[in-house]
């Protein structure tokens, strides 16, 4: 079964500054693709970035971008010049494409200082 | 533009008791889950479903029981509550393309929290 572990229950960055949060994940498949997704206070679940499996580029979205290290199965998300709004809970998570299943892991609650 | 919609929004049950979390999407989507969110635990996979008709479990079905009758609705049953379903259930759902294609756009309702003394 697929896994997906985030060790960092919280992180703290300074605003306008970058960092990064770290995911590694357990899998034999070789069909999947990989997401990050922001929970602010509201709940509500906001779709960051995703990697596909296949690609060895890794994905950016303005200031946001992963290292994807297939490998290492490791999947990490930077955020350059962090701002207030960043401020939520990440998940990582897995999409199997032969189940069909999305799992994600425990969340790190990313905290930044003004 | 309802999007996902979950009901009700707050429950609290008496263990042994019985309840049907809704859920309903207008979107035409073929994807539904059910997950449930821990502090610490992150959101867990209860049960999901690629389409009417077909529905499979998660990381953590003991205890729910969902059905697909149509695409849009995918009701979640507890059938006896206990303590430990205690949560905030979120109910998803999205698009699934032809290949594996997804975009991972993944559409959540609003959650329902759920109490179970």
């Known amino acids: 079964a697929q896994t997906v572990t985030q060790s960092q229950p919280e992180m703290s960055v300074q605003e306008a500054e970058t960092v990064t949060l770290s995911c590694t994940y357990d899998?034999?498949?070789?069909?999947?693709?990989l997401f990050w997704y922001k929970q602010p206070p509201s709940r509500q679940m906001i779709l960051v970035i995703r990697?596909?499996?296949?690609?060895?580029q890794n994905a950016t979205e303005n200031r946001f971008s992963v290292n994807f290290q297939k490998a290492a199965k490791s999947f990490s998300l930077k955020i350059s010049d962090s701002q207030l709004g960043d401020a939520a809970m990440y998940f990582c998570?897995?999409?199997?494409?032969?189940?069909?299943?999305?799992?994600f892991g425990q969340g790190t609650t990313l905290q930044v200082k003004p | 533009n309802a999007g996902v919609t979950q009901t009700p929004k707050f429950q609290v049950l008496k263990t042994g008791q019985s309840m049907t979390l809704q859920c309903a999407q207008d979107?035409?989507?073929?994807?539904m889950s059910w997950y449930r969110q821990d502090p610490g635990m992150g959101l867990r996979l209860i049960h999901y479903?690629?389409?009417?008709?077909?529905?499979d479990q998660g990381e953590v079905p003991n205890g729910y029981n969902v059905s697909r009758s149509t695409t849009e609705d995918f009701p979640l049953r507890l059938l006896s509550a206990a303590p430990s379903q205690t949560s905030v259930y979120f109910c998803?759902?999205?698009?699934?393309?032809?290949?594996?294609?997804?975009?991972?756009?993944?559409?959540f309702g609003e959650g329902s929290r759920l109490t179970v003394l």
């Open positions: 990697q596909e499996a296949y690609k060895q």
């Open positions: 479903s690629v389409g009417a008709g077909i529905t």
């Open positions: 899998t034999s498949e070789s069909d999947y693709y």
């Open positions: 998570a897995y999409w199997s494409g032969n189940t069909g299943k999305l799992i």
């Open positions: 998803a759902s999205s698009w699934v393309l032809a290949g594996g294609l997804w975009t991972g756009e993944l559409f």
């Open positions: 979107m035409n989507h073929e994807y």
